[in-house]
């Protein structure tokens, strides 16, 4: 390990690294360059996941949520969705995250088993509204990154979700959230980089909640605060701190990806599936 900061322009590999492939696809990805059919299946998983918000905003444990992020407080960036009001860009992707997989109606991918709208669009949204200037086009494009990542990385996985002990939504939303929150806030290839190396320090979403059937499965889709809650607000706040110069550690690579999607059983069977 170097002690230099590993950027996207910088790393030299003999092979494709999935991270580096990842980061320069998120930061470069425009609607320019996408098919029609991709566009309007984005416009449709952002219109899904806003009336899966809507339906949500009533179940069991919203309420409070919205209430604590109330209590908290903070800068005026982001709207809550429903209830209202405009809080710290990575609460309102925290509390819009959980009230749209709250009745789990939202998008699944069956090859990835995952949810990838719930993470990707409120992280989107909220670092639009912090950034102040995204256009609907720029939207599209960063719930683009944010879907495309995170249910690469679901494809990629061999192991069984059940067996994981993980669930993928959460566990590979904290990548997918990432990209899209760094897409909509502008970050570079190399901000990218340190964005998904940044977020790597945070990701979790074991399956007890479901065993238990906790309430806490509707937080852990959601992007977290600093320091707690759901995996969309880490991957807000991790994109977030790389724009502001933030470094992560000096080397985020595919077997480190893949230990974060997989665990240790199945490090490094991720690259190959994810670049291809």
């Not at 407080?73 to 995250?97: I, L, R, Y």
């Not at 990154?145 to 996985?157: D, H, N, P, S, Y």
């Not at 707690?228 to 480190?256: D, M, Y």
């Amino acid at each position: 390990m170097t002690s230099a900061a590993v950027t996207a322009s910088d790393v030299h590999v003999a092979t494709s690294d999935v991270v580096i492939d990842l980061s320069r696809f998120a930061a470069t990805i425009d609607t320019a360059r996408l098919d029609a059919a991709v566009i309007k299946a984005v416009k449709t998983n952002i219109l899904d996941t806003l009336s899966c918000a809507l339906a949500g905003s009533s179940a069991k444990a919203i309420a409070d949520v919205a209430g604590l992020v109330r209590a908290w407080g903070g800068t005026a960036q982001a709207d809550m969705f429903v209830f209202g009001g405009k809080f710290p860009a990575h609460h309102a992707a925290w509390v819009n995250g959980g009230m749209s997989h709250a009745r789990d109606y939202d998008d699944t991918h069956d090859g990835a088993i995952l949810h990838a709208g719930v993470t990707s669009v409120p992280a989107a949204i909220a670092a639009g509204q912090l950034r102040g200037t995204l256009s609907g086009a720029d939207l599209i494009a960063a719930v683009a990154a944010g879907l495309e990542v995170t249910c690469r990385l679901g494809v990629a996985i061999q192991v069984d979700i059940i067996e994981s002990g993980f669930i993928y939504t959460s566990l590979l939303g904290y990548f997918g959230a990432t990209a899209a929150a760094g897409r909509a806030l502008g970050l570079t290839a190399e901000e990218m980089v340190q964005a998904f190396g940044i977020v790597y320090s945070s990701v979790a979403g074991n399956h007890q909640v479901t065993r238990d059937a906790s309430l806490m499965k509707r937080l852990q889709a959601r992007t977290r605060r600093a320091g707690g809650g759901g995996c969309g607000a880490a991957r807000s706040s991790a994109a977030f701190a790389a724009r502001r110069g933030c470094s992560k550690a000096p080397t985020v690579s595919s077997a480190s990806i893949s230990t974060a999607a997989s665990m240790p059983t199945w490090c490094a069977r991720i690259s190959a599936g994810a670049s291809s």
